[in-house]
């Protein structure tokens, strides 16, 4: 079983910052990449960031030069800090662990409960 548990949402002015985090738990032996999604109401869940083991990001470009992904591999953690928060960013906020290695089993996707991010005046 593994868990992702996300934390350090909440409510910011525009122009504010907020870190999130989010810790992979269970028996993991590797998880390929890690990363964010969000998604607001009515609207499909999209990308926000993503970095794999080796320390490759990506970035949707909506956030690029605002946001930054980094991770621990040894701890299974991720953050992203997001700075210049625009009210367009409020949303549901969903990390995302990308095939997940659990031996002996298959490798496996997780996403964690989500974590709300309010931009607002």
């Known amino acids: 079983q593994v868990q992702l548990v996300e934390s350090g949402g909440g409510l910011v002015q525009p122009g504010g910052s907020l870190r999130l985090s989010c810790a992979a738990s269970g028996r993991i032996f590797s998880i390929a990449a890690m990363g964010w999604y969000r998604q607001a109401p009515g609207k499909p869940r999209e990308l926000v960031a993503t970095?794999?083991?080796?320390?490759?990001?990506n970035y949707a470009d909506s956030v690029q030069g605002r946001f930054t992904i980094s991770r621990d591999s040894a701890k299974n953690t991720v953050s992203l800090q997001m700075n210049n928060l625009k009210t367009e960013d409020t949303a549901g906020y969903y990390c995302n662990a990308d095939k997940v290695v659990v031996i002996p089993f298959p490798s496996s996707d997780y996403w964690g409960q989500g974590t709300q991010v309010t931009v607002a005046s």
């Open positions: 970095i794999t083991s080796g320390g490759t990001t």
